[in-house]
């Protein structure tokens, strides 16, 4: 009878320690989920880097060269590579901020002929 007693008190303290891992191990498993996914969200954020000037391409570039003149087309496109060098500058900076990259010029000049 003692026997019986000490075996079944035996299995339960063994199956509710077997229990504690299980759920332990769960919990564990749900909080990595989570960090991966909050690491996922901010990752997804960083890709999306606001930018200050987007400019759609027009569906047929030969009736857009036809309204703009050589000058201007001159111009936008000069607009067009110093804005996107900036851009890149602004993209690094605010993946990796520091003062040199702060503080760095594009390197681009704009200038009117």
Not at 50 to 55: E, G, M, N
Request: glycine content about 8%.
């Amino acid at each position: 009878m003692l026997g019986i007693l000490i075996g079944g008190l035996f299995t339960f303290a063994f199956g509710g320690m077997l229990l504690i891992v299980v759920l332990g191990a769960r919990r564990v498993e749900d909080e990595l989920k989570e960090r991966a996914k909050e690491v996922h969200d901010i990752c997804a954020d960083a890709a999306r880097i606001p930018r200050f000037f987007l400019a759609n391409q027009p569906a047929d570039h030969a009736v857009a060269s036809h309204e703009l003149a050589r000058s201007d087309e001159a111009l936008i496109g000069q607009l067009q590579q110093y804005l996107e060098a900036e851009q890149h500058f602004a993209d690094e900076f605010v993946l990796q901020p520091s003062i040199e990259s702060l503080y760095r010029e594009s390197g681009r000049r704009l200038t009117v002929h």
